[in-house]
């Protein structure tokens, strides 16, 4: 007779990743994690204890893959190449992934796992980086508020493009999306006088290859 295999709490993860990142959120579930794990749904209860629990982890699972390969991408870069680094990794998670896009930054928490993973921060405190803002005010003898501004500002075009994309079927090209948030940032950040010293096509090298 066989060893049974041990389900981990990695195995778990991964096979309810893998069921969000191809039907969405709302097919992740007990039941359906133990079919894929072809096991009964004892373990992921048993590792979990709640629906909640797991998708808390999941959210923080997810985000790891979606975003764990950016600080390499960014390193050694000025910070107005990094920042557009982000910005193009964000839009093409949009249009890679859109059901991990969804869950990790359009979906309200609440009704998708039960609480808010990030508490009661607000979500423009959470979205717009902070650190950005820092490194950019470290770099450049600029107002830290012209620096907010156009972090700011930046990000609220680019995650609004990554919307319109996702509720129009993706119908606009990734490279498209990816050019015109790269020229808005590039239009933006020229105004409070901080001028990129690479082109579109550098940047689009480091993520989209």
């Known amino acids: 007779m066989g060893r049974k295999t041990k389900i981990t709490r990695e195995m778990i993860l991964e096979a309810a990743y893998e069921l969000l990142d191809k039907s969405g959120i709302n097919s992740v579930a007990i039941k359906q994690i133990a079919a894929k794990l072809e096991c009964s749904t004892q373990p992921v209860s048993w590792q979990f204890g709640s629906m909640t629990e797991l998708k808390k982890e999941l959210y923080s699972y ?49 009704d998708t796992i039960g609480e808010r993973p990030y508490g009661e921060e607000s979500i423009f405190s959470y979205q717009f980086d902070e650190g950005a803002v820092k490194l950019f005010a470290a770099q ?25 994309m996702l509720f129009d079927g993706l119908k606009l090209p990734k490279e498209e999306a990816c050019r015109m948030m ?4 590039i ?5 409070i006088g901080i001028t990129s010293v690479s082109d579109f096509e550098t940047a689009k090298k480091a993520i989209l290859g």
């Open 140 to 164: 450049y003898d600029i107002s830290y508020d012209l620096i907010s501004e156009m972090v700011r500002d930046t990000v609220i075009y680019t995650h609004g493009l990554a919307i319109m």
């Open 62 to 110: 997810a985000a790891d893959k979606m975003y764990g390969s950016l600080e390499k991408a960014m390193e050694g870069k000025e910070a107005i190449e990094a920042f557009f680094i982000s910005g193009l990794h964000y839009l093409s998670i949009a249009c890679d992934h859109p059901f991990v896009f969804r869950f990790l930054n359009v979906d309200d928490p609440i």
């Open 187 to 191: 239009k933006l950040s020229r105004e």
């Open 182 to 185: 790269y020229n808005m940032g």
